[in-house]
Nanobody, 123 residues
Framework: VQLQASGGGLVQAGGSHRLSCAAA????????VGWFRQAPGKEREFVAA????????HYSESVKGRFTISRDNAKSAWYLQMDNLTPEDTAVYYC?????????????????WGQGTQVTVSS
């Protein structure tokens, strides 16, 4: 499954931004999808996930209450709305498709990955 992440850019601290990810095929509609991020010098970390039907979501503690994940299965797309951004949110953000209908923070449960999009938050 080919994934295309988009929407990265430069944002001021306290601002909002939205990332998008589109799948080339509809196979992702039966699978959970998620977002991860990797800051310079750090390992890739889980950000958020949403179940195949959008009924369940899961967030890392660092973004809970500020980020919102959503999906539109008609478009084979999902999104990450990021509010109240801080410089600590600066990273390359990756979208991913899970092997399962429900998924969480375990990287090994994700089978397909997008190329990443850079988000830089200035103070």
């Amino acid at each position: 499954v080919q994934l295309q992440a988009s929407g990265g850019g430069l944002v001021q601290a306290g601002g909002s931004h939205r990332l998008s990810c589109a799948a080339a095929r509809r196979t992702s509609n039966n699978n959970a999808v998620g977002w991860f991020r990797q800051a310079p010098g750090k390992e890739r970390e889980f950000v958020a996930a949403i179940s195949y039907n959008g009924a369940r979501t899961h967030y890392s503690e660092s973004v809970k209450g500020r980020f919102t994940i959503s999906r539109d299965n008609a478009k084979s797309a999902w999104y990450l709305q990021m509010d109240n951004l801080t410089p600590e949110d600066t990273a390359v953000y990756y979208c991913a498709v899970s092997r399962f209908s429900y998924s969480g923070s375990d990287r090994s449960s994700y089978a397909y990955w997008g190329q990443g999009t850079q988000v830089t938050v200035s103070s």
